[in-house]
């Protein structure tokens, strides 16, 4: 891998930029690998990356049935935060973002990590109880993030209206450290490293079955032939529940549609991110200056990448009323992916009833921030055998157990 | 946008009429029911892509609940039905098999 720098940019000029290297290689399948990751979005790319890198395990492929990142990586709001209530998804949010960071550095490449600082406004009194106590928790876990008053809201996004009819500001949940990254840059640096470390990564090649023998698995069919393989690791986000069911286990998941949408650019107004969870909004700007704005899932089992319009309105409606400015913006494109819903809202990192088969999945509608602490947790669990501290009360018999992870109490919205 | 006709008051109704419920036909297990019983009750979904059978509630019209067959990868309405029914009616089900030859049956 030739490095990206100001030196090759100089350099690369000489040639009118007409002979940089592909950034990664695009080779047909072997016969087998030591492991397979089903899955190149951001979870599955950053779980082979850190396989090699943690534990020096680069005989691997990771196998996509369309383009790397075309899932939900690619589909995302990119908020970034970690201020969340109960301690194993603080431990796993945070290690994320913190890996967020260095991850330019780390990757060579620019996933422009942009840690503007994070709002998620109070507009209840039921909210600011709530949000006290995550602040207070977050303390505790060494997440920095601080309660605010309303006039310090105001300062820091002046567009805000404070007083609304309905919903008026009553403080917010401030994580200065929290903010965006650029997602496609996200799956396109890891897989480049990944490419770098000689990892197959293979696209256009859907699994469609997995073979298994005396309880453990021995390889996939793809619609480019059978694959072997010593350990296998799905992440396929929205179609977990039909890989499990190739793999023949069930898991407590459901897929529904989570749209965003974008306005036109217009020039900079905030500079930071602004969640509002009582009315499923939430909006940042983008370095192109359209206004990024998401809202709630809908409410029934879809696969087809499309919701429902009337949750956008509600989005919209809910939105103007605490930014008015945004009443005369033009939406340019809306869209959707399929997120994968657990019993509790929390993430599966886990082993799952065949021995050498793992699963990560149930990021549902805020992953994009977990990816690179959720391949770091992934990456151990396939490499050891066993889950590490950060993956541990993830496992998928919590539902049995009821060691729930509760997180959509604690916020409403799970971005 | 979805349209299910509701099977009571015979309304036509557009999706922000209805709310939905996720997964009919749901066996409920309670007291003295083993714990995969209880787990498979409260979090285990079949989640198909393809054909699904699901709760509605008319909650801006008449007010009750039903159950409908949709296909969640096209998001076709084949029919509605009455919350009562412990299985989907069998000319509905002959009228999905007709519409999807690889379907593999209500189980
Ligand atoms: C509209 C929207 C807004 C969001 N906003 C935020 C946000 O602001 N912040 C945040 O943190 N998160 C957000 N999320 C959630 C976040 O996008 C996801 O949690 C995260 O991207 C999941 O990454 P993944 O790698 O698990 O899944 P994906 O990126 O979906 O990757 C899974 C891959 O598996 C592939 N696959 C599936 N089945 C097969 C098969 N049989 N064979 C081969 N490959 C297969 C798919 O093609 C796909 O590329 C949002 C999601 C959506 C949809
Ligand atoms: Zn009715």
């Known amino acids: ?415 | 946008m979805l349209i299910l006709e509701c099977p009571y008051c015979g309304v036509k109704a557009e999706e922000t009429e209805l709310s939905p419920g996720y997964e009919a036909h749901l066996k409920r297990f309670g007291p003295g029911s083993s714990d995969t019983e209880f787990e498979d009750y409260m979090f285990a979904r079949k989640n198909p892509k393809g054909v699904h059978f699901e709760r509605w509630r008319h909650v801006y019209g008449c007010g009750k609940w039903f159950l409908a067959a949709r296909d969640t990868a096209t998001l076709e309405v084949f029919g509605t039905y009455a919350a009562q029914s412990s299985a989907p009616p069998a000319a509905l089900q002959d009228k999905i098999k007709a519409k999807r030859p690889d379907w593999k049956g209500y189980k």
């Open chain 1, 1 to 415: 891998m030739k490095r990206y720098s100001v030196f090759a940019i100089a350099k690369e000029a000489l040639s009118h930029h007409m002979g940089w290297e592909r950034a990664w290689a695009s080779p047909l399948p072997k016969k087998s690998y030591d492991v397979i990751i089903v899955g190149a979005g951001g979870h599955g790319l950053a779980t082979a990356f850190y396989l090699g890198k943690n534990y020096g395990i680069t005989n691997v492929a990771v196998i996509e049935k369309g383009w790397l990142g075309g899932g939900n990586t690619g589909r995302n709001t990119t908020i970034i935060r970690s201020n969340y209530l109960q301690d194993p998804s603080a431990a796993i949010y945070e290690k994320a973002r913190s890996l967020y960071e260095t991850m330019s550095q780390d990757l060579n490449y620019n996933v422009m990590f942009s840690p503007r600082g994070l709002l998620m406004l109070a507009q209840t009194h039921h909210e600011i109880r709530g949000y006290q106590r995550t602040a207070h928790a977050n303390a505790l876990q060494g997440v920095s993030t601080e309660w605010i008053s309303p006039q310090r809201v105001k300062e820091l996004v002046p567009i805000i209206s404070l007083d609304g009819p309905r919903y008026p500001v009553l403080g917010a949940l401030y994580q200065a450290r929290g903010g965006t990254a650029r997602h496609d840059a996200v799956a396109w640096g890891y897989a480049r490293a990944c490419s770098a470390m000689g990892m197959d990564i293979i696209q256009q090649c859907e699994v469609t079955g997995v073979t298994s023998e005396g309880g453990a698995v021995t390889g996939v069919n793809t619609s480019k032939g059978f694959i072997g393989c010593k350990k296998l690791g799905v992440v396929v986000a929205g179609h977990s529940g039909q890989v499990a069911d190739m793999a023949g286990f069930r898991l407590p998941v459901e897929a529904v549609a989570l749209q965003a949408l974008v306005s036109e650019p217009i020039k900079p107004c905030m500079d930071v991110v602004v969640m509002a969870n009582t009315v499923h909004g939430y909006m940042s700007q983008s370095d192109k200056g359209e206004m990024v704005i998401g809202g709630g899932t809908d409410g029934f089992n879809n696969f087809t990448q499309r919701g429902s319009f009337h949750h956008i309105e509600e989005t919209l409606r809910a939105l103007i009323e605490t930014f008015p400015m945004i009443s005369r913006l033009k939406m340019l494109r809306q869209w959707g992916g399929i997120v994968d819903m657990t019993g509790d809202r929390s993430p599966i990192i886990s082993k799952t009833p065949l021995g050498n088969c793992f699963i990560n999945c149930g990021w549902g509608t805020g992953g994009f921030k977990a990816i690179p602490g959720s391949g770091w947790a992934m990456a151990e669990l396939v490499a050891k055998g066993e889950p590490g501290p950060l993956a541990e009360a993830f496992n998928m018999w919590r539902f049995k157990e009821g060691q729930f992870i509760d997180e959509s109490v604690a916020a409403g919205v799970a971005h």
